[in-house]
Structure formats: C-alpha cells, structure tokens
C-alpha cells in the first residue's frame, strides 16, 4: 500500500522528487456498524484511524511534516503531546534518522504510547504540567533553537490529514455529518480543510470531553480532566478555526461525559468488534447522545487504537476467569 503522500501528491505540498518520510500511512478502513446505525436510525460507517503505522490518526499529519522538517534540512523533530503525536514524531523521526524530543503531561498519557515514544529511541519528558502547559513551552523553545515543531500549529500536519476526508469521499457516494473528537481541534480543521478542497460540504458534530470542553463552553479550562486522557486540553490551539469549520459546515461543538465516553467504547468493542481509546469513542457518544439530526449517511472517526490504553480497557472489562488444569474445571469455566 503506498503512503498518503504518494496516493494523494497532487493535492500536497510536495513535489515529484521531495523526500518522503513514510510508513505506509492513510487508506484506512471504513467499517459499518449496525448496531449504532439502528440506534440514531441512520447509516453510520466507522473510519478505523487505529489501523494507521502508530495506531492513530497522527500518521497523517506526521508523514507530511516529518518529510518536510527533512526537506528543510532539520536535525531534530518535537512537539507536545497527550501521547499519539509522540509516539508518531518517534517513530518518523525513528524513519528520518532524526533526533526525536516529546514532552507529555507527566502521569497522563496512556501506557502504549509511552512505550511506543520510548522504543523508537525519542528522549521523553514528563512535564509537571498539562498539556496545554507543555504545548505553550516547547513553541517557546523551538523559537530558541533549530528544530522542527511537529504539533498541530505546524500546516504540514493539517495537509496530511486532510487526506482522510478524502479517503471518506472516495469510499462513499454520500456523507451528510462527520461526527469527530476534539481536543487541540487540528484534526477537525484538518477534515474540514480537505471537504472543502474536494468541493464536499458535510455537517460536523465535534465532540469534547465534559471536563476538557473550552470550545463548548467558549472559555479556557485551566485544569481538564477526563478518562479520555488523548483529549484532555483546555486551550486548543486551533481555536477559531475550529469553531469557523462548525459556523460554515452548520456543524456543533458538544460535551459528552466520561460515562457517556465509556460506554460508547465498550460499546464498540463488544457490539462492533471495533477496539479503539476512550478519546475516540467520544465521537459515538456523541452521536447516540445528540442523534444525527437527520443526516442519512453518518462516518464516526475512531482516531486511536484501543491497544494504546490497556489500563483503561481492563478497568472496564469483564475480568478473567480463572480455572485448574482438570476437564471438569474448563468445562465448568468454559460452559458457565
Ligand atoms: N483522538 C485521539 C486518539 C487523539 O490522540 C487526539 C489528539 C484527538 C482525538 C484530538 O485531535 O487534537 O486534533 O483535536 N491527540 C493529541 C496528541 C493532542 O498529543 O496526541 P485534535
């Protein structure tokens, strides 16, 4: 399967014989899933972001901006992350042979992508502070010294994941509404950006946690807080292009609780056979909570894999059952 740059180069800022940074990123499934299509009443399709390199939608983004930090001759790759930007920078940069630097809110990213951000040999720094903390010193510091800001404040990341709104036009001959997480509201300008080049104009619902939820209250968060750790920001850096993406797409920007957020991604595994990260399931949520408002075709993004959060995961599950090497006693736990 070739990368995003090279399936959709026409529509990027890269040229014939530019490097491309790639691990086989974007052409991502699309699933439908029947039993949230019969709870809103409407059809409603999955875009599986946790099938990318890294388990999340960030790939996109990175390919475009890691290729292009090379292309201006960088050394060195950062950014601030809840967890998936750093374990896609470290693995680009991983690719690139370049240096690679993250900074996470300390104690507060999910144990996958720590583990993920640490093999691909990134230094990591456990700020003791949130993200929104760490987003505003490592812009700070790469106005200091040379090297490339890889978050979302850098273009190259929305040109990239633009091309999973076009992906979605590609697979379907119609879509009404998006339904999206929001958190630094790259991802949801990034969609919007890529609907509007393809000439497509679907609704956007764009869900937040109830306790990291600036766009829907119109005001910073100072400390947010929500299970969905990936989406726990308070002061998103795409701001007012996010809420421009809700005014022009007649779109909203709503809340959804941790329970709501939970049950969705329970839902999802158990009913859909789809694992994706609590942030993730918030755009469900929000779509069983809210409804779809009369949209007929639906896509839900499910931007992380579920792997990347065991810990949640196995709060919420069943526990296992445990069982002595006898027959009688795997049948018993086998057979209830
Ligand atoms: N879902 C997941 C799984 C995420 O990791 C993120 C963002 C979002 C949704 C929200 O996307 O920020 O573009 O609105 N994660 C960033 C990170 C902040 O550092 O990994 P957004």
Redesign the pocket.
């Known amino acids: 399967m070739p990368g995003l740059v090279e399936r959709y180069r026409d529509r990027l800022p890269f040229a014939d014989d530019d490097p491309v940074v790639t691990l086989g990123e974007g052409s991502t499934p699309l699933v439908h899933a029947p039993t949230v299509s019969e709870r809103v009443g409407a059809e409603v399709y999955l875009k599986i972001e946790g099938a990318n390199p890294t388990g ?3 790939d996109r983004g990175m390919t475009c901006a890691v290729s292009a930090a090379v292309r201006e001759g960088a050394e060195a790759v950062i ?10 920078a470290a693995a680009y940069a991983a690719k690139a042979g370049l240096t690679g630097a993250v900074i996470v809110p300390e104690g507060k990213i999910a144990t996958g ?1 720590l583990a993920q951000a640490l093999m691909h040999g990134a230094r990591v720094i456990a700020l003791r502070g949130n ?1 929104d903390e760490a987003l505003r010193l490592v812009r700070e510091l790469v106005d200091r010294h040379p090297i490339a800001l890889v ?2 404040v850098n273009p190259f990341r929305l040109e990239g ?1 633009k091309t999973a709104a076009f992906e979605l036009l590609d697979d379907l001959d119609q879509l009404d509404l998006l339904c999206i ?10 969609y919007w950006k890529g609907f509007r080049e393809a000439g497509a104009s679907p609704r956007l619902f764009g869900f937040q946690a109830e306790g990291a939820a600036p766009l829907v209250h119109g005001r910073r968060v100072e400390n947010p807080e929500t299970v969905a750790s ?2 726990r ?1 308070g002061n ?1 850096a ?1 701001w007012e292009e ?1 809420m421009a993406a809700m005014t022009e797409s007649r779109g909203e920007i709503r809340a959804v609780s941790d329970d709501e957020i939970l049950d969705a991604y329970r839902l999802l595994a158990a009913r859909e056979g789809v694992f994706c ?1 609590p ?2 399931a918030s755009s469900v949520a929000g779509l069983l909570k809210y409804g779809a408002d009369g949209a007929e075709r639906v896509a839900c993004v499910l ?2 894999h579920g792997l ?1 959060d065991p810990q949640t995961a196995l709060e919420q599950a069943y526990a296992v059952v445990p069982c002595e090497p006898s027959i009688a006693a795997v049948e018993r736990a086998v057979l209830g």
Do not use: D, L, Y
């Not at 992350?81 to 896609?88: K, R």
């Not at 997480?181 to 990034?190: I, L, R, S």
């Open positions: 999340s939608f960030k950014c601030a992350s809840t967890g998936n930007t750093a374990a896609s992508k993200f978050n979302s994941q997480p929001v958190g630094n509201a790259g991802n949801v300008t990034a990936a989406i920001i998103p795409r996010a990260e942030a993730s931007t992380g990347k």
